[in-house]
């Protein structure tokens, strides 16, 4: 229900002025403090028109409005402030939770049109470190967003699994690397050789030029290259699948950069051909200068083929294959002159289609304010942090709930939400500090606070015997205090915040809202006696289940679980 419109169409109904409903409706204000109403007209608007100050005309107009769902009206100053029926208003806003359940919240904006979302993507041979959680969970986050608000949501994980990193790598292999040491732990061995390879790389830059050789031989076909290349990948796909398990994230797609090697000579034919390619000291270029951007580098002077080039493959096989509404890049901000120049060159090669990619930047995840890096060995590994995570999750359930049944189970959902949760509450572009001892904590604006009110509402249906899934048409929804009718509110913004979440590309307006709700919960949980036996029992216990569908409906779309108990 749109609050703003019952007084919109009582202000049209009631008075006759110079402007349509739609502009009454957009000078429309929701006052900060419920004392003031629930909805608010400035008449500053009409003091122009009318000649008159704004209190003047608040007083004058006010006595004249009336509505069905308005329950009074008061001026303060320059406002007329409305407030609604909650008794008639909340039953239309728990009456549409009841009806649509879990499509309470959707929206039909997408009609089932593709979206592509490239999310995740780490580099083969290296471990998965905080700093991939990011694309990871955001990715995962506007997926389920997207699904949402009416379109199919593609999944891909584009994984590192090219570059002149393998050459260095391989030969970092072949110098210092152990067979039996790499079958027995790969990544942690791969890694130590990679760190290796960059240390004596700065003192001896030879290295440098040997590793881009290696990979020339990959991009050739060499047998050995191709051989241990193929060893890495494998190797690294069983650890990252583990991790993935752990997230509770699933992709449709694992075609990494290699994927598109057959493709690249294709790219480079069609620059051609539209008279793009331009020879600059060896290398090939498309020249930007009418984008104000730097020459896009398209082959090395030994003509090997670069991330661009890849990335301008990737681009055009998916518009081929998926014919995408939208083509939606979750990459940190350190890329978006990549991607600028990546649409440059598809717009210059005639592809207007590169108006519906989207590169969603985000910061950066530190650790003791410094950067994480896998090249100087400074990384944190991601597995590791949501272990630790579990473990701080279940030694707080063990003191707050020890005869919880299913404390593992519930443990893992708390601490991996925990981690989850943290990211995406933060506003996508900040850099945060990642600190875990905060993160899994019960009080305060975190994943498992959430997740315990939504169990603490759980337990109070239990308690009742209250089954909110088998209402019936008598189902009661009567409430008149207005600390009920705070969380109705809430509760009542939710289509509204997911339409804001995706047309942002921001999951943490989701995440603040259920932080929201769930405080205007523990508020009504703290100020009324929900249990007790009187006529407006099964209207309260409406509420709460009301509360536990979307509370789990957000979180939800965060890619977070809700355990009914902790």
């Given amino acids: 229900m749109d609050l703003k419109q019952l007084a919109a169409d009582a202000i049209d109904q009631s008075l ?87 499509e309470f919240g959707q929206l039909h904006i997408g009609k089932g049109e593709n979206v592509t979302i490239d999310m995740s993507s780490p580099n083969i041979a290296k471990p998965m470190s905080m700093g991939h959680l990011r694309s990871t969970v955001i990715g995962n986050a506007i997926a389920n967003i997207e699904a949402k608000v009416g379109f199919n949501p593609i999944r891909i994980n584009h994984l590192g699994d090219w570059g002149t990193q393998f050459g260095k790598l391989i030969v970092a292999y072949k110098r210092w690397g152990s067979e039996e040491a790499v079958k027995a732990d790969p990544i942690a061995s791969l890694l130590e050789y990679y760190v290796k390879f960059h240390e004596e790389a700065d003192k001896d830059d030879s290295l440098n030029d040997e590793g881009r050789h290696w990979f020339k031989k990959l991009e050739d076909g060499d047998p050995e290259a191709v051989k241990l290349w193929k060893w890495f990948k494998d190797e690294s796909l069983k650890e990252f699948n583990r991790i993935y398990d752990k997230l509770g994230v699933k992709f449709d797609y694992y075609t990494g ?30 020249n930007l200068d009418e984008f104000d951007l730097n020459p896009a580098l398209i082959l090395k002077s030994d003509g090997a083929s670069l991330y661009i080039t890849r990335d301008l493959a990737t681009a055009e096989y998916r518009k081929e294959t998926f014919d995408f509404a939208e083509s939606i890049y979750a990459v940190g901000n350190e890329q978006s002159y990549h991607f600028k120049q990546l649409k440059a060159v598809l717009q210059r090669a005639g592809h207007d289609w590169q108006e519906q990619m989207h590169h969603i930047p985000f910061g950066l995840i530190t650790a003791g304010g410094k950067k994480l890096s896998t090249r100087k060995g400074n990384v944190i590994l991601l597995e590791d942090v949501l272990n630790d995570a579990v473990e701080l999750a279940k030694e707080q359930i063990e003191s707050k709930n020890p005869d919880l ?58 308690k009742a015997g209250f089954d909110g899934s088998k209402a019936t048409d008598n189902q009661e929804f009567k409430l008149t205090d207005d600390v009920a009718f705070s969380v109705v509110k809430e509760l009542n913004q939710f289509p509204s915040i997911v339409e804001k979440a995706y047309m942002t590309y921001e999951p943490s307006v989701i995440a603040k809202y259920v932080i929201g709700l769930a405080q205007s919960f523990n508020r009504y949980y703290a100020h009324t006696r929900i249990l007790n036996e009187d006529s407006e029992l099964q209207s309260r216990l409406s509420l709460v289940y009301a509360v536990t569908k979307v509370l789990e409906e957000g979180l939800a779309l965060l890619g977070v679980e809700a355990p009914q108990e902790m």
């Fill in 16 to 102: 006759d002025l110079d402007l349509s409903k739609d502009e009454i409706y957009d000078v429309l204000e929701v006052p900060r403090h419920e004392g003031h109403g629930d909805v608010a007209f400035p008449c500053f608007v009409l003091a122009k028109q009318l000649r008159k100050s704004p209190n003047a005309i608040a007083e004058e107009l006010a006595e004249n409005i009336s509505g069905e769902g308005i329950g009074s009206v008061e001026v303060a100053g320059p406002y007329i402030n409305f407030f609604l029926d909650q008794e008639l208003v909340t039953e239309d806003i728990l009456k549409e939770i009841y009806s649509q359940g879990d």
């Fill in 257 to 286: 950069e290699a994927f598109y090697n057959d493709r690249l000579q294709g790219i480079v034919d069609e620059l051609d051909e539209k008279g793009l390619l331009e020879k600059n000291q060896g290398a090939t270029i498309v």
């Fill in 405 to 462: 049944p299913n404390k593992d189970e519930v443990a893992h959902q708390v601490g991996v939400g925990a981690v989850i949760f943290h990211d995406l509450k933060n506003d996508r572009l900040n850099t945060f500090d990642f600190v875990l001892e905060e993160v899994v904590q019960f009080e305060g604006e975190t994943g498992p606070y959430v997740q315990y009110a939504n169990a603490r509402a759980h337990s109070i249906l239990r």
